[in-house]
């Protein structure tokens, strides 16, 4: 039987939840970043926004406002499903778009950078992934005047939208661990291992969903033992992830659950398919990150569920919070997505073309509460994590 989530009895709104000291009390063109509901904005509202952006910012060409997205990379689910809704918000705002490739890589996304400046953009919006190259680009911008809102991987100095790490990886390893122990029993998970798929790339902000993750299932299994936990660099693809999990397989004993999450879908894909090559999909259960690759989700009867980050509703923050900035608006330093686990149970409730398995629920997901606040005061201490406590939420 397919584990799953407590289904979702209506979605009142896939709302940002605001990480910042301020208060804006301001809305723009019916657009407030602090309650935003997610959907798209009317092109009427967008084509105001656009009047009041130019009105404080006359365009650097002397025609249109131009925004540069430099994607992470452009062939990945999730990247693909960014890109569309910004450039659907582009298109209904008639302001100028122009789209290069980042290919996970950091030298790359430098030379991207330096590119939408030589092309005299307005405003920039950074997905990147590689941590020791956002100061260099940033300051670069800074030279220019040019604003920046860094998508889920945080650059100093620029607005930041994107996952609440420690929320959503905590979700996603207590929602692994409680439907571990109702596939597997809670004795028999006591000896199973716990394989996490990290990107160490990206610096402290993205590990923190990723120990998230691993905070999360040992706060639904009680005691695990750090020796049954194995963590891998993905380098944030699906391909690499299969080759490291085929790695470390043979370390995990024959007949004990396999229990895997990652830093995303794709990686967690990845380990999914080294697993069921090894002939150990009865051992295995996996939780992914983001809910991108639904067809997965759907297909894989181990794959029980994905945390939602809701990628195609990016653009619907990202293009009006540009304007705003471009407007000389005050915004949040920090705009985070409100996650919910998906599973093939309640994805229509997220995702119409694809139809809610009729199995009854397995399982009742429930954060364990007391565990989560203990996690976040301990992140809080962390030097690494020092200049990024705005990215803490909470609750």
Avoid: W
């Amino acid at each position: 039987m397919r584990l799953k989530s407590l289904r979702l009895a209506a979605i009142a709104g896939l709302t940002a939840a605001l990480m910042s000291g301020a208060a804006f009390a301001e809305d723009f063109h019916g657009f407030d970043p602090t309650s935003f509901d997610g959907n798209m904005v009317s092109a009427e509202q967008l084509a105001a926004m656009v009047v009041d952006a130019i009105a404080a910012n006359a365009p650097r060409n002397g025609q249109k406002l131009t925004i540069g997205f430099a994607n992470l990379q452009r062939d990945i689910s999730f990247c693909l499903k960014v890109e569309q809704g910004i450039v659907a918000n582009a298109e209904a705002a008639g302001i100028d778009l122009q789209i290069v490739d980042n290919r996970l890589d950091g030298a790359t996304a430098l030379a991207n950078a330096e590119s939408f400046l030589q092309r005299n953009v307005d405003f920039v919006i950074e997905f990147q992934t590689d941590a020791n190259f956002g100061a260099t680009i940033m300051q670069k911008m800074n030279e220019a005047n040019t604003k920046v809102i860094a998508i889920d991987i945080p650059m100093p100095g620029a607005t930041f939208f994107g996952a609440n790490n420690p929320k959503s990886g905590f979700m996603g390893g207590a929602y692994l661990g409680q439907a571990a122990i109702q596939k597997f029993g809670a004795d028999k998970v006591k000896t199973g291992y716990l394989v996490v798929g990290e990107l160490p790339q990206s610096g402290a902000v993205p590990a923190m969903r990723t120990n998230g993750q691993v905070a999360g299932f040992k706060g639904a299994v009680g005691e695990f033992a750090d020796a049954q936990v194995i963590k891998i660099d993905t380098k944030n693809t699906l391909e690499e992830s299969f080759t490291q999990m085929n790695n470390v397989i043979g370390r995990i004993p024959e007949g004990v659950p396999i229990m895997v999450t990652a830093i995303n879908d794709q990686a967690a894909t990845g380990m999914l398919r080294a697993v069921k090559q090894a002939g150990r999909e009865a051992d295995l259960i996996v939780v992914g990150m983001g809910a991108d690759e639904i067809q997965t989700l759907i297909d894989e009867p181990a794959f029980v569920a994905s945390v939602g980050y809701f990628p195609e509703r990016y653009g619907n923050f990202l293009v009006p919070l540009a304007l705003m900035e471009l407007a000389g608006k005050e915004v949040p330093d920090t705009v985070l997505m409100t996650h919910y686990m998906v599973t093939d149970g309640n994805v229509c409730e997220f995702y119409k073309d694809f139809a809610c398995s009729a199995t009854p629920d397995a399982i009742t997901f429930e954060l364990p509460e007391d565990a989560y606040k203990a996690h976040l005061e301990e992140i809080r201490k962390l030097p690494e994590l020092q200049d990024s406590l705005n990215l803490i939420p909470t609750n």
